[in-house]
């Protein structure tokens, strides 16, 4: 896994959003898109900085130490808005004060969850118990009216932590970690933008 620190998330974050605003721009008068302009800036598809404080009030609320990874994302930017199927189709990032625990979603079936990250026990660090609800240890870190959703699994390391990505008609795909999630972005909208 890359370090956290390899990547520059203020510098990476600037570039993404460069490249998903090009991809939109002759859709941002569109209905679909009308959030943007609501937006203090409506070129930055992200949030302003996170300060310490909001950072360390998340912690407290969760009970939970931040990777490093997540800690760095929200100190260049608290949240990510959706645009063209990024981060997670309608998902959006959501910013510190909207990160949740899933096991207290109620919008959500939440024994398919359970079942669903049962079935990626192989992700969770340390493993789980027979008796442990996984639930207890995922994040709900990207949300979209209770369907799609970007899920973080809570592990003993401190560099990043397992992601997986939820839609309700296509399942769940796992990625290694948030930065894989972005860096893959980073790379495929390259791609497309050098046709």
Same mark, same amino acid.
């Given at each position: ?20 605003? *090009?991809?939109?721009?002759? /859709?941002?008068? /569109? ?9 203090? $800036?409506?070129?930055?598809?992200? #949030?302003?900085? *996170?300060? *310490?404080? *909001? ?39 959501? $910013? ?6 899933? #096991? ?10 359970? /079942?669903?990250?049962? #079935? ?21 870190? #990207? ?36 930065? /894989? ?15």
């Amino acid at each position: 896994m890359t370090p956290p620190t390899a990547f520059d998330w203020k510098r990476q974050l600037k570039v993404l959003n460069s490249l998903l605003l *090009a991809v939109i721009a002759d /859709e941002l008068d /569109e209905p679909h898109y009308e959030y943007l302009a609501e937006r203090p $800036d409506p070129r930055w598809l992200g #949030g302003k900085p *996170a300060t *310490a404080r *909001a950072i360390a009030s998340m912690e407290e609320r969760l009970g939970i130490t931040l990777p490093d990874a997540y800690r760095a994302f929200f100190q260049a930017s608290d949240g990510w808005v959706r645009a063209d199927g990024f981060p997670h189709r309608l998902a959006e990032l959501l $910013d510190t004060p909207r990160v949740f625990w899933l #096991g207290t979603d109620n919008r959500r079936d939440l024994a398919q969850f359970r /079942e669903l990250m049962r #079935g990626l026990s192989h992700l969770f660090e340390p493993p789980l118990a027979s008796d442990d609800d996984p639930l207890d240890r995922v994040l709900c870190i #990207g949300d979209f009216d209770g369907n799609e959703c970007i899920l973080y699994i809570v592990c003993d390391r401190t560099d990043d932590w397992p992601v997986v990505l939820w839609d309700p008609e296509d399942g769940a795909r796992h990625r290694v970690s948030l930065v /894989e999630v972005f860096r893959g972005e980073l790379d495929y909208r390259l791609r497309e933008a050098a046709g």
